[in-house]
């Protein structure tokens, strides 16, 4: 992950995106960047920019919308990024999923409040998605923020889910591997980690 901070000379803009001083960046100025395939989002006026995921991240992320979706009540949907959520102008943050009480939606984002919002971590992202964040998603009034680890040959697949309460978040429920992990609440669901990232 790269934090976009500085200045450009107009020389330099003509050939590449601008550079804004460090909590400066809006909607609009994300807005007039090239689609590149990079993922860039706001957290209070600072640009986060991300590479392309790797294979567990998307297997994970690819499970998780089909599972979330098929367990929304009516009046709720799941969405996958990049599809983001924008509670102020200098916020544009873009979870790998989420879930929305159609309310919150316009034709292009999420304005009002998900109710799910889950976070696939990469090595890159991993500490800001549970400082940051995190932070920014008890803020904006969101009940459940759910962190999801893809392992890897080392250790294996995990998952917390957070649940908002007046103070900060509390872990709700977690586990590993082949754990059966419940979570309750606007969505309720039974799910294994490792049924997330295994290869069919």
């Keep these: 992950m790269v934090v ?16 804004l001083p460090l909590g400066k960046w809006t909607h609009e100025a994300i807005d007039a960047l090239p689609d590149d395939g990079l993922r860039r989002e706001l957290l209070d006026g600072v640009l986060l920019v991300t590479p392309s995921p790797a294979t567990g991240h998307q297997r994970a992320v690819v499970r998780l919308i089909k599972i979330l979706d098929a367990a929304c009540p009516p009046g709720y949907e799941a969405f996958v990024a990049p599809f983001d959520w924008r ?96 979570v309750r609440g606007v969505v309720t669901v039974t799910l294994r980690p490792v049924d997330l990232v295994r290869p069919r």
Excluded: C
Excluded at 5 to 18: D, I, K, R
Excluded at 125 to 139: C, E, L, V
């Design 87 to 182: 509670p102020d102008e200098t916020t544009s943050l873009e979870p790998d999923v989420l879930v929305v009480p159609q309310s919150a939606l316009t034709d292009n984002n999420v304005v009002g409040t998900p109710v799910v919002v889950v976070e696939v971590l990469s090595p890159g992202t991993a500490r800001i998605d549970r400082t940051a964040k995190m932070s920014r998603y008890f803020d904006g009034g969101i009940a459940q923020y759910w962190l999801v680890d893809p392992g890897d040959a080392k250790k294996p697949a995990a998952i917390e889910v957070f649940e908002r309460t007046d103070d900060g978040y509390r872990l709700h429920a977690s586990g590993s591997g082949e754990d059966e992990v419940t």
């Design 4 to 19: 976009m901070a500085g200045t450009a000379s107009e020389a330099e803009a003509t050939l590449a995106p601008p550079v």
